[in-house]
């Protein structure tokens, strides 16, 4: 009349076996019954962690009983004889706390799949994401033994790989059981996930101690199945529910997302290696090829022979003196070593010719420039050392060539070579003349600072290489070329 729906059966014994068969919110119990009498029915719902709570129907006689049967579990009592507004009471306020006891339950498993979350979402840490899984696993489905198995790449069969025990001693020493591959596998092709108690989970499982409740469920990444989350139960007459399969069912999602990030992690790692390897080989490649050329120009005209290394050296000091950061640095030293690259074509008796050129001489030996970067254009990591190549010889004034560029619009490569370049020129002897001094040289490029050279390089030029002789004087080493 109340509304609830009630099924009466005559003892003890026909209770548990109706509790074991469907799910029932409230037990009201007699004391005293043939076989199963009240207390034991109680101790048994607590043993088979039988999700119900029981009311316990008691006579004034017995007020102790009563007592005894709350310390073993009973939710509430009723007093003989009853009145029916106490009984509907009772009952009320027994269900009213089910339901919290419930919605907690399902509060709980919330509150684990948030840390579990948290865990995978902080954590790159693989066996902590996986133990933080495990130990959700068997602490939420109330399992003994909780295990990760994972397939064997070459056999094919699952392997346990990780396995996390209920709290005490005993179940600690307990092995995990073994799955059989082919079985737990079909279950998942035909779609279904493994739950199974009593001798059924002999099917599923073998091992020294078999468990008495056994569930398995597949862990996949995109359609690979890569492992399978699975539980144990020892305890007799304890059974996983199907809440309990879900859980595990959303735990295995969370451990294969986690399995297949570190994996994608790890890919990255390893491909970006690769790549700053292969970055590594390109740069050596480069630096050999640009040694390689200036090796070439300089077997192609001895007499000059270490010029190109002497003003990239001075280009440096300059790059240096201005404050350029390593890279940049690096660029004008290549630069400099390639600057006259273009006389790679230019025969070597006229370069070394002594006395005046012809008008025509000149004119073929002005072309270098425009050479060295037709040389150097096709070759895309060169593109940075061109500038340099192609207007070292231009002048502020625009008296230069081959493009009679004016002070700024000369690349910043170009006017810094320049000064390199005319240094080492003047103070070398060549086939025509012999070599200033460097004092003359300095004296020089003082002169025409501002009309052939960038003032502000120059003097930036002068500072360093003064400070630069100085070094090389105290290292003992006075010409290192
Ligand atoms: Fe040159």
């Known amino acids: 009349m109340e509304g609830y729906v009630v099924r009466g059966v005559e003892n003890g014994a026909r209770a548990i076996e109706e509790l074991r068969r469907r799910p029932y919110d409230m ?63 009772v009952v009320r306020k027994g269900l009213e706390f089910q339901n919290l006891r ?40 109330e399992a003994d033994v909780a295990a990760l198995y994972l397939t064997d790449e070459q056999s094919g069969e699952l392997v346990e ?61 995109g359609k690979h199945l890569i492992g399978v989350l699975a539980t144990f139960a020892y305890a007799r007459g304890r059974t996983f529910d199907e809440g309990a399969r879900k859980l595990l069912s959303v735990l295995a999602t969370r451990a294969a997302a986690s399995i297949e990030m570190t994996r994608l992690y790890g890919d990255l790692v390893t491909r970006n290696d690769e790549l700053t390897e292969a970055n590594e080989a390109l740069e050596r490649n480069f630096r050999q ?29 300059i790059a240096r003196g201005l404050g350029m950061s390593e890279a940049e640095i690096e660029t004008v030293v290549q630069s400099g070593l390639l600057h006259d690259i273009g006389k790679i074509g230019i025969k070597t008796e006229m370069l070394n010719k002594p006395g005046k050129l012809t ?42 060539y081959p493009q009679g560029l004016k ?40 002169r025409c600072s501002g009309t052939q050279f960038d003032a502000e390089f120059a003097e930036v030029f002068i500072r360093e290489i003064e400070k630069w002789r100085e070094e090389q004087q105290a290292s003992g080493d006075p010409y290192p070329f």
């Open 407 to 446: 002070s700024d619009d000369i690349p910043m490569l170009g006017r810094l070579i320049g000064i390199a370049d005319a240094y080492d020129a003047m103070t070398s002897d060549r086939a025509y003349r012999r070599a200033l001094s460097h004092e003359q040289a300095i004296a020089e490029i003082q």
């Open 289 to 317: 090829t640009i040694t390689a050329l200036a090796r070439a120009l300089e077997e192609s005209d001895p007499y000059t022979r270490g010029h190109s290394e002497r003003v990239a050296v001075y280009s440096g000091l």
């Open 161 to 221: 790989t990780r396995v996390v025990h209920s709290g005490d001693g005993k179940e600690r020493d307990r092995t995990c059981p073994e799955l059989v591959t082919a079985e737990v596998l079909g279950a998942f092709e035909r779609g279904e996930e493994v739950i199974a108690s009593g001798v059924r989970t002999q099917r599923y499982v073998r091992g020294a101690e078999l468990p008495v409740s056994a569930m398995a469920v597949p862990v996949v990444t």
């Open 102 to 141: 419930k919605e907690n339950i399902r509060l709980r498993a919330a509150v684990t799949l948030y840390e579990v979350s948290q865990a995978v979402a902080t954590s790159l840490d693989l066996d902590q994401v996986l133990d933080v899984i495990l130990k959700a696993a068997q602490g939420e489905v």
């Open 359 to 400: 008008p025509r001489e000149i004119a073929l030996f002005q072309e270098h420039p425009d050479k060295g970067k037709r040389i150097l254009e096709p070759i895309p990591f060169m593109k940075d050392l061109i500038p340099g190549v192609w207007c070292h010889h231009e002048h502020i004034d625009g008296g230069g």
């Open 27 to 89: 037990v009201i119990s007699d004391l005293k019954m043939p076989g199963l009498d009240g207390l034991q029915l109680l101790d048994q719902i607590a043993k088979e962690r039988l999700n119900v709570i029981s009311v316990i129907m008691t006579g004034f006689a017995t007020v102790e009983t009563a007592i005894e049967a709350m310390k073993r579990g009973a939710h509430d009592y009723i007093l003989k004889p009853f009145k029916i507004e106490e009984v509907v009471h």
